[in-house]
């Protein structure tokens, strides 16, 4: 019978756990044997006895040697993944762009690694897309992190007293945190305007209650998957002008744009931040990808001319209860594809699990991760 170990996670600020008790039972019914680590779920909220009423056993860390899948959420340092066996296989988020280091220390291993990063956007992976999953909560955690933070009513409010403009908020790429951001944002009582350079985007965002910010474009920038191609030079000017007029009148300010495998695009400018009004925010929920601000700084709030720019690449993480419960029915979506008879097997011509393999066997698989080794791609 194969065992799924779950590691306490040691990324700095990291509160959330790949398995949680709901996601248990329903691998113990492809007869898995499930060991948490002591005090895994402790920034989660989960006790170890809620494990182990859910029929989990709790093990040291040195109970991950008899492990044939680790699953886990955040990247492992160089020296989790030198820890890890031939014969494992590690299902993680894992950002290979950014820890080539510890792609290559997994490759030496022969440790076969699923990112969960690299899940392919097709509907029979849609259970297991855990990118949508954290995004969902990262764009809703956004809106209320920046109506919390802002010194301005969202809403409108009409008042003996006078009455208050609602607040103006612009998000940055429509994707899953996007559209949430806008949603909430919405049901809050802000006005919303968005920009994203995929022309499909503006019926969703109008769908919702957002304004769409036309940017002129002879190219359908869709790339593949539904997440936005990289655009050239020419478009990124005029979308700078058009964004800075609508930035003048915005009270908080959403990024939300990433290109999975590679460093997020730069969307604010300094002299755009400055274009600003006194008193704005901005939450740059790609911050851990280089940010979509020019400003951005991962280690905390930056202030520019009475702007504050906050990094929101946390924010999944803030709601780890939440964010571990969804995360967990991904991994345990995955592990379906992976186990048969109580055994661990990859099938290489399944395309969800061929799309995510990063390393296999000694090498890195993945034909973009294994060119920035070699430094043949930036």
Known sequence: MATLFVPRETAPGERRVAVTPGAIKKLARWDLTVVVEAGAGDGAGISDEAYTDAGARIGDPGAIGDASVVARVAPPSVEEASA?????????????????????ALAEGGVTTLAMELVPRISRAQSIDALSSQANISG???????????????PLFMTAAGTIRPATVVVLGA???????????????????????????????ESLGGTFIDVPSDEDLTGEGGYAKEAGEDFLTRQRRILTENLAGAHAVITTAQIPGRPAPMLLTTPMIE??????????????????????????????????????HH?????AAEASAMYANNITSFVELLVTDGQIGLDRDDEVVAGALLTHEGRVVHERTAALLEGGAT
């Open 275 to 312: 274009a600003m009004p006194a008193g704005s925010i901005v939450i740059d929920l790609a911050a851990a990808d280089g940010g979509n601000c020019e400003l951005t700084d991962v280690e905390g709030p930056v202030e520019h001319g009475g702007v504050r720019i906050l990094p929101g």
């Open 84 to 104: 890890l066996s031939a014969d494992m296989v590690l299902l993680t988020f894992i950002a290979p762009h950014r820890n080539l280091e510890v792609v290559a």
């Open 175 to 205: 994707g899953v945190a996007g559209l949430q951001a806008v949603a909430t944002a919405r049901r809050l009582g802000a006005l919303v305007k968005v920009s994203d350079i995929r022309p499909a985007a503006k019926e969703e965002v």
């Open 315 to 319: 924010l999944a993480s803030s709601m």
């Open 140 to 154: 809703y955690r956004a809106v209320i992190t920046a109506a919390y933070e802002l010194d301005k009513y969202f």
